[in-house]
């Protein structure tokens, strides 16, 4: 069976220090990969999303980084942390391979980023 | 643009009372559109899609294009239905609400 990992569970990161979240999926191969985050009132956001191995598409323009340096591995990075970016961060797949109905996210547990 | 707007932050009941959780969008092709639900200290899952017209936990959704909306019902809330609840649009990416969290009292 298909299982998605994420770490670390919880981060506090001073101002200007580098982030870097992993995920991994296990059980499938060329999944679509997805980061989220989710900040107080503003539901889900799409960070990234890749349909493969080195592409990656970013959504919204901002102090974060995304790579997929092997099939079933996300990365989410920063090279300085900024105050705004505190939040739950959720990473998340989906089979290419199906319909876009019969293949919802499937999410991890979340990293929750408290930047000070 | 392309949009999900769930208007409730937070919907309280008791055991027993009907739950509609609201949810519209915006979007100018066919929608495709989901509900996502994430229980305390469990994972965010899929609870159901529109197009399998399925009852989920009792819970249906109907869509209502006229009305553009999605709204998540329940005849009879049950106290493990306390949960964050998230409406899903889907485009070429999955577009979620600002989700509503539902609290079922005794």
């Known amino acids: 069976s298909q299982t998605i990992h994420q770490w670390p569970a919880t981060l506090v990161q001073p101002v200007g220090s580098p982030l870097s979240l992993e995920c991994t999926v296990e059980?499938?191969?060329?999944?679509?990969l997805y980061w989220y985050r989710q900040a107080a009132g503003r539901g889900l956001q799409l960070l990234f999303y890749?349909?493969?191995?080195?592409?990656i598409s970013s959504e919204v323009p901002q102090n974060l980084s995304a790579s997929r340096p092997q099939d079933r591995q996300f990365i989410l990075s920063s090279k300085k942390l900024l105050l705004s970016d505190s939040g739950f961060y959720l990473c998340?797949?989906?089979?290419?391979?199906?319909?876009?109905?019969?293949?919802?996210?499937?999410f991890g547990n979340g990293t929750r980023l408290t930047v000070t | 643009a392309q949009r999900v707007t769930q208007p409730e932050k937070l919907l309280s009941v008791f055991k027993g009372a009907p739950v509609e959780l609201k949810c519209n969008y915006s979007y100018s092709g066919s929608p495709e559109l989901f509900w996502y639900v994430q229980y305390s200290r469990q994972r965010l899952q899929l609870l159901l899609r529109h197009i399998s017209r399925e009852s989920i936990k009792g819970f249906t959704a109907d869509l209502n294009k006229g009305e553009t909306s999605f709204h998540l019902k329940k005849p009879f809330a049950q106290e493990e239905d306390s949960a964050m609840y998230y409406c899903a649009l889907r485009t070429d990416k999955l577009i979620f609400g600002t989700g509503t969290r539902l609290q079922v009292f005794p």
């Open positions: 890749s349909v493969g191995i080195g592409q």
């Open positions: 998340a797949w989906s089979d290419p391979s199906k319909s876009s109905y019969n293949s919802p996210l499937h």
């Open positions: 059980g499938t191969s060329n999944p679509n």
